[in-house]
C-alpha cells in the first residue's frame, strides 16, 4: 500500500521560513516525479514544483528563488525548502508522486500559513 505523509507545515512569520517533508511508504522515489502542490482557500491547486526522476527541478515563478526542492532516496522523501516566505505562501502543501497514468498518488496535505 502507497503512502505520501507530509510533515513540517505550521505557523511562519513573513521573511521565515519553513521546511516540509515528504514521507513515502510502498514506492521508490527516485523512480518517480515528485511534485509539490498548493491549494489556497478559493482557489485551484497549483503545481509550486517538481523534481524529476533524473533529477532536473522546476518552480512556479511565484516561489522560485525562495523555494528548493529536494529527494532523498535513502529516506524514501522529498523535501520543500520554503525561504522567505509571503503571506500569498499561506496554503495547504500536498505531496504528489507520479511515474505514470496509473501509478499516481497524493499525500493529505499539510497546512502553511505566513503571518505576523
Known amino acids: 500500500q502507497v503512502q505520501l505523509v507530509e510533515s513540517g507545515g505550521g505557523l511562519a512569520q513573513p521573511g521565515g521560513s519553513l521546511r516540509l517533508s515528504c514521507a513515502a511508504a510502498?514506492?521508490?522515489?527516485?523512480?518517480?516525479?515528485m511534485d509539490w502542490y498548493r491549494q489556497a482557500p478559493g482557489k485551484q491547486r497549483e503545481l509550486v514544483a517538481t523534481?524529476?526522476?533524473?533529477?532536473?527541478?522546476n518552480y512556479a515563478d511565484s516561489v522560485k528563488g525562495r523555494f528548493t526542492i529536494s529527494r532523498d532516496n535513502a529516506q524514501s522523501t522529498a523535501n520543500l525548502q520554503m525561504d522567505s516566505l509571503k503571506p500569498d505562501d499561506t496554503a495547504v502543501y500536498y505531496c504528489?508522486?507520479?511515474?505514470?497514468?496509473?501509478?499516481?498518488?497524493w499525500g493529505q496535505g499539510t497546512q502553511v500559513t505566513v503571518s505576523s
Open positions: 504528489y508522486a507520479e511515474r505514470s497514468r496509473r501509478l499516481r498518488y
Open positions: 510502498g514506492i521508490i522515489v527516485s523512480a518517480y516525479t
Open positions: 523534481i524529476t526522476r533524473g533529477g532536473s527541478t
